[in-house]
């Protein structure tokens, strides 16, 4: 068994479920057990970006013990195209 939480911050709401998974569980399969989807009615978690300790990995990544799934907020811009526009205010 492997000890992991799966955590997401979307629409000023924090969720943090802490489980216990078989070993070699998938990140998608963690989050699914974890029931977080409940918690956050009005957010499309499918679509979002997701990660292990702030590194993105596929929904097929085998978790370990101590791992944090994370669900990751949509960018609300690109940040090159802020930094661009910041550039440009500058000249």
Do not use: H
């Amino acid at each position: 068994m492997a000890e992991v939480e799966v955590a997401c911050v979307m629409g000023g709401n924090t969720v943090i479920k802490k489980l216990s998974v078989a070993t070699g569980t998938t990140l998608g399969k963690a989050i699914m057990l974890s029931g977080i989807e409940k918690d956050l009615p009005d957010q499309d978690i499918s679509a979002a970006a997701k990660g292990v300790f702030g590194v993105v990995r596929d929904e097929n990544w085998q978790l370990a013990d101590g791992d944090r799934v994370e669900i990751y907020q949509p960018l609300k811009f690109d940040p090159r195209e802020a930094r661009r526009r910041r550039a440009a205010k500058q000249e």
